[in-house]
């Protein structure tokens, strides 16, 4: 059983800065993707950035050049470097994981519990 554990969420300014972290056990050869999510009050669940095993990403256009998707295969945990935050960025963030690669929709296999992220002057 896969488990993903969320964290490094906050409250911070626009334009600040925040890197979240989702650490990974359980983890068996059959993921090969993995893919942060977000979810704001009344609204959809949206894909955000997405990793695959050889390292190839994508982003949803809404944080192209702000976010940064990464992971440390050593550490079995994936990272989300969100910079020029700002107040539409609030949402709970969760990271998700699966063998195949859904890009940003929401067919993953397996779920964190979320990270909280609020953007407010």
């Known amino acids: 059983e896969v488990l993903l554990v969320e964290s490094g969420g906050g409250l911070v300014q626009p334009g600040e800065s925040l890197r979240l972290s989702c650490a990974a056990s359980?983890?068996?050869?059959?993921?090969?993707?993995m893919t942060w999510f977000r979810q704001a009050p009344g609204k959809e669940r949206e894909g955000v950035a997405t990793?695959?095993?050889?390292?190839?990403?994508g982003y949803a256009d809404s944080v192209k050049g702000r976010f940064t998707i990464s992971q440390d295969k050593a550490k079995n945990t994936l990272y989300l470097q969100m910079n020029s935050l700002k107040s539409e960025d609030t949402a709970m963030y969760y990271c998700?994981?699966?063998?195949?690669?859904?890009?940003?929709?929401?067919?993953?296999?397996?779920w964190g519990q979320g990270t909280q992220v609020t953007v407010s002057s």
């Open positions: 998700a994981a699966d063998r195949n690669w859904w890009w940003l929709s929401a067919n993953y296999a397996y």
């Open positions: 359980g983890f068996s050869l059959s993921i090969n993707v």
């Open positions: 990793i695959n095993s050889v390292g190839s990403r």
